[in-house]
């Protein structure tokens, strides 16, 4: 009997070992999946915040703010240089993407009217989302951030995203990018050889978001080029198989910062996927026809704040198209023209202010808004911080 007594403690302290090994296991695999798919930088500080978020219309469809951030070198506060709003549409099964351009006049909670992605700079993404929700009455409740410097690592990971360089004005603004990129940097990276659909490293692909000038488009192609970029990881990961998605999340997700928790993310991304791959789709406010330049250079883009809210309404929740907006095409044709031929009008709406008093007037009086001037070398800098001198006409020429 003492022997069967020892053998059913022996079989015992076996059950109980196998279900601890089995439970140290499972917590391990948890613990690697849980850094694996949320080892993401998490910001709980809107949890107390006032984001005057209207009421949710649509407990199916989830509205995030996505910043992409221009963190320039010894700022302390970071540049939303691209606003999105991000819909995940669980019913239709698609994630919407909406530009706004940065430089739509906005009201800012206790700063009067500035430019939109100035809501960021004063105070973080906080006061961005309660800029957002204010002025065009959406819902929004959480954000994610993605560094500009990061998106290099973010492509990089996936093994390089498929870009169309659509022609040789791009081609030549591209390389010109991408070579200031390094110069800032200490160091030489590609550049790019031709023209057409190609495949495009970090440096490149986000070079290639920047891109707004040398008859290239202005800021309104620069939208359309990010959501290319952003299209184009998208594609990556649609194609990509289990084993290589959990690796290029490893690598992602280090890059992300965002009010989200590991249970909202998780939430989101079960609903997201639970009819399958969901589409992209992608479109901008303000719309073509919409809007106009304002402020004494023309910095401001002016449009009415109440048309753009209702259409971002019928976009998010109707799954309307609102490319072409609804009023009469009068203020904003040159939106339009702008993107398809490539003329710079906000530069062209300046250079016509200083064409006749370039030597009649102080030259620091023809800096851009955000640019300076070098009184040594006689060079301008604009607000991205590339060089350009002004010619005789008053047009910038970049070097």
């Known amino acids: ?39 993401y930088t998490y910001d709980s500080s809107l949890s107390d915040e006032d984001l005057a978020a209207s009421v949710t219309a649509d407990e199916n469809i989830t509205n995030i703010a996505l910043f992409g951030l221009d963190t320039r070198e010894g700022d302390k506060q970071s540049h939303s240089d691209c606003m999105m709003i991000v819909t995940v549409d669980n019913t239709r099964g698609k994630i919407k993407l909406i530009s706004l351009m940065r430089d739509s006049l906005v009201d800012i909670d206790g700063y009067g009217e500035d430019k939109l992605n100035a809501a960021y700079f004063r105070g973080g993404p906080s006061l961005a989302i309660r800029t957002i929700n204010e002025n065009f009455g959406t819902d929004i409740k959480d954000y994610v951030a993605v560094d500009f410097e990061q998106l290099v690592q973010i492509v990089d990971a996936i093994g390089g995203v498929d870009i169309d360089v659509q022609n040789d004005n791009e081609l030549k603004e591209l390389n010109r990018v991408i070579k200031d990129y390094g110069a800032e940097r200490g160091k030489e990276f590609s550049g790019v050889e031709k023209t057409g659909l190609q495949t495009l490293d970090g440096v490149q692909a986000l070079c290639y978001g920047r891109i707004r000038k040398g008859d290239t488009g202005d800021d309104w192609a620069r939208v359309e080029r990010q959501s290319v970029v952003l299209n184009a990881i998208f594609t990556k990961l649609q194609s990509a198989s289990a084993t290589e998605l959990i690796g290029s999340m490893r690598k992602l997700v280090p890059y992300v910062t965002t009010s989200l928790s590991p249970t909202d993310m998780a939430s989101l991304i079960v ?129």
């Open 1 to 39: 009997t003492d022997t069967m007594s020892f053998k059913r403690l022996q079989r015992a302290l076996f059950r109980t070992m196998a279900a601890v090994v089995a439970l140290a296991i499972l917590f391990c695999i948890g613990l690697y999946g849980y850094r694996t798919m949320f080892g």
């Open 271 to 399: 609903g997201a996927v639970k009819n399958g791959i969901p589409t992209l789709e992608h479109t901008r406010i303000p719309v073509d026809g919409e809007w106009s330049y304002s402020g004494n250079s023309s910095e401001f883009i002016t449009y009415d704040l109440d048309v753009a809210a209702d259409h971002i309404h019928a976009y998010i929740y109707d799954d309307a198209d609102i490319s072409s907006g609804t009023t009469d095409d009068d203020t904003g044709t040159d939106s339009k023209s702008d993107t398809d031929t490539g003329t710079d009008t906000t530069d062209s709406s300046k250079s016509t202010d200083t064409k006749s008093n370039t030597t009649a007037v102080d030259p620091e009086s023809l800096v851009e808004e955000g640019g300076w001037y070098d009184s040594d070398t006689g060079d301008y800098y604009d607000c991205d911080g590339d060089r350009y001198s002004l010619d005789e006409n008053g047009n910038k020429v970049y070097y």
